[in-house]
T-cell receptor
């Protein structure tokens, strides 16, 4: 079974520029997550989709971050404009349905550096 | 809200030493508990899980028991190998508002030396 795909793997931009990340979850997984992982910290949930609807975006900085999930499959996360503190690894994960015992499957992440 | 507290790293052990990484949690409901591992240059992957009190999760020689009375889920391995060097994350998941809500700890870096 193919895993969670993310692109790009690395991105370097200057502050105030915009950037977009793409994620393709495992086929059939209804739930998709975007996390921000700052160096030395655990993943922090930015947004969670159930199919193509948002169920939790309470920690998403909505003035600069946006995300969508197209037709309940692929998803994109955008930052506009980027700040220095956005430098982090952005992880996408997916899981079956919404039960609490379901494990999450993670992609390799996108490492963003904002200069 | 929910929270997960892990022992701070890095933890440095010699090969074949015994490993314990402490994890305690705070949750209002009845969460499932997980250990994820992140090997250098790779994404997070599930190591083991337990879904109810007194359950023991195990995989690759690692074990953790869901202790509701002490709200803990400590990770143990009897004899570590160099290949176990990685960052280990404790996490909990529960149902909140009809969907799965996951909370991660800050991670514990393990370095095993030959």
């Amino acid at each position: 079974e193919a895993g969670v795909a993310q692109s790009p793997r690395y991105k370097i931009i200057e502050k105030r520029q915009s950037v977009a990340f793409w994620c393709n979850p495992i086929s059939g997984h209804a739930t998709l997550y975007w996390y921000q992982q700052i160096l030395g910290q655990g993943p922090k949930l930015l947004i969670q989709f159930q199919n193509n609807g948002v169920v939790d975006d309470s920690q998403l900085p909505k003035d600069r971050f946006s995300a969508e999930r197209l037709k309940g499959v692929d998803s994109t996360l955008k930052i506009q404009p980027a700040k220095l503190e956005d430098s982090a690894v952005y992880l996408c994960a997916s899981s079956w349905e919404r039960d609490s015992y379901n494990e999450q499957f993670f992609g390799p992440g996108t490492r963003l550096t904002v200069l | 809200g929910n929270s997960v507290t892990q022992m701070e790293g890095p933890v440095t052990l010699s090969e074949e030493a015994f490993l314990t990484i402490n994890c305690t949690y705070t949750a209002t409901g009845y969460p499932s508990l997980f250990w994820y591992v992140q090997y250098p240059g790779e994404g997070l992957q599930l190591l083991l899980k337990a879904t109810k009190a007194d359950d023991k999760g195990s995989n690759k020689g690692f074990e953790a028991t869901y202790r509701k009375e002490t709200t803990s889920f400590h990770l143990e391995k009897g004899s570590v190998q160099v290949s176990d060097s990685a960052v280990y994350f404790c996490a909990l998941s529960d149902q909140s508002g009809g969907y799965q809500k996951v909370t991660f700890g800050t991670g514990t870096k393990l370095q095993v030396i030959p």
